[in-house]
């Protein structure tokens, strides 16, 4: 079952508060960036953040679950109605992962 987007748009809403939200598509699904940083996933009207240390210190329960068959555990979201608690995972998350790669020049 492929995303909702209706479902997409509204954590996109939701998440605004923490810098620049941006949505790839994604076989059916979304990946979900911030200030072009890669921080979660939307897969099947569900929502997805990468584990890091400082983001399960935020998190109401902890719940790990691969957003699809076969990949890695993420944190699940359950409470995304909840702005306020959304935009803190993220922002707690966000140090923690890796700025995009950029290509070293050879001399």
Do not use: H, W
């Not at 790839?24 to 099947?44: P, S, T, V």
């Amino acid at each position: 079952m492929a995303s909702n987007s209706d479902f997409v748009q509204y954590i996109v809403d939701q998440c605004s508060g923490v810098g620049e939200i941006s949505v790839r598509k994604m076989m059916g699904d979304y990946c979900i960036y911030c200030n072009g940083a890669l921080f979660g996933l939307i897969c099947d009207n569900n929502l997805y953040i990468k584990v890091t240390k400082a983001g399960k210190a935020v998190l109401e329960e902890v719940d790990l679950r691969p957003p699809y068959p076969g990949a890695k555990d993420y944190f699940y979201i359950g409470n995304v109605d909840n702005r306020d608690y959304l935009e803190a995972v993220i922002k707690a998350t966000m140090p923690e992962l890796q700025s995009p790669k950029t290509k070293s020049r050879k001399k």
